[in-house]
């Protein structure tokens, strides 16, 4: 059994930052890539950012510059520094991550946590 449970949401003022992280934990042989999604109210999951097992990051434009996704293979983490918050990063944030569980490699996702952006 595999869980990911993600921390670190709650309210932020505009300008303000946030810091998200998600430990793995359970049947973990190997981790792949881990990644961070967004879903607003009324609007598709959307990918946020990806960070490969090698170290290689990728994020979507409307993050660059300031969100940097990092990870710890040492504990099975993956954190997301968000910063600049704006109002339109107001969503349920999820993790994701490819791993190898003994069986074989599969997708498994966080339950999410809210990140509000208001003053």
């Known amino acids: 059994q595999v869980q990911l449970v993600e921390s670190g949401g709650g309210l932020a003022q505009p300008g303000g930052s946030l810091r998200l992280s998600c430990a793995a934990s359970g049947s973990i042989f190997s981790i792949n890539e881990m990644d961070w999604y967004r879903q607003a109210p009324g609007k598709e999951r959307e990918l946020v950012a990806l960070i490969t097992s090698g170290g290689s990051t990728s994020y979507a434009n409307s993050v660059k510059g300031r969100f940097t996704i990092s990870r710890d293979n040492a504990k099975n983490t993956v954190y997301l520094q968000m910063n600049s918050l704006k109002p339109e990063d107001t969503a349920v944030y999820y993790c994701?991550?490819?791993?190898?569980?003994?069986?074989?490699?599969?997708?498994?996702w966080g339950q999410g946590t809210q990140v509000t952006v208001s003053s």
């Open positions: 994701k991550s490819n791993l190898y569980n003994g069986a074989g490699w599969y997708n498994y």
